[in-house]
């Protein structure tokens, strides 16, 4: 590749890296107003494994449902030695709460309780609205 190929090359780097800059920096963002969370009690006796494939399944939600904006979860952690109500915590993010009745009422959600409702003890769900 002689010099004058290689510097009309670099051109067109530099401008497709700006565009693409440009794109990322003006397209619109999925934008949260809404959040639930999901809280989780296993009962006395459910293997790693089951908690761990609980989890998983979850998290699996988000790329099932197309309502989700994001989502994280995590094992509860206790202070000072203190007895913990729930065992994990998921937490899931939204535009509206017509999506968090579309999450709730989709199959994928559906199934994932059947699924998994039998190792629970208890749950405890929280919507509440995004504060800017």
Not at 21 to 31: D, E, F, L, Q, V
Not at 54 to 69: C, D, R, S, T, Y
């Given at each position: 590749?002689?010099?004058?190929?290689?510097?009309?090359?670099?051109?067109?780097?530099?401008?497709c890296?700006?565009?693409?800059?440009?794109?990322?920096?003006?397209?619109?963002?999925?934008?949260?107003?809404?959040q639930?969370?999901?809280?989780?009690?296993?009962k006395?006796?459910?293997?790693?494994?089951?908690?761990?494939?609980?989890?998983?399944?979850?998290?699996?939600?988000?790329?099932?449902?197309?309502?989700?904006?994001?989502?994280?979860?995590?094992?509860?952690?206790?202070?000072?030695?203190?007895?913990?109500?729930?065992?994990?915590?998921?937490?899931?993010?939204?535009?509206?709460?017509?999506?968090?009745?579309?999450?709730?009422?989709?199959?994928?959600?559906?199934?994932?309780v059947?699924?998994?409702?039998?190792?629970?003890?208890?749950?405890?769900?929280?919507?509440?609205?995004?504060?800017?």
């Open positions: 590749m002689n010099a004058k190929s290689r510097g009309y090359t670099l051109v067109i780097v530099l401008i890296a700006f565009a693409l800059t440009i794109y990322g920096a003006y397209s619109p963002a999925r934008k949260a107003q809404k639930q969370v999901v809280c989780v009690k296993f006395k006796g459910v293997e790693s494994a089951a908690v761990e494939q609980h989890m998983n399944g979850f998290a699996a939600l988000k790329h099932e449902i197309p309502q989700v904006v994001n989502y994280t979860s995590g094992k509860t952690i206790l202070p000072n030695q203190a007895v913990s109500d729930y065992d994990v915590v998921h937490y899931l993010t939204f535009q509206s709460e017509a999506d968090i009745k579309a999450f709730e009422n989709s199959p994928a959600y559906k199934q994932f059947a699924q998994n409702q039998g190792i629970w003890e208890k749950t405890l769900i929280v919507n509440a609205d995004i504060r800017p």
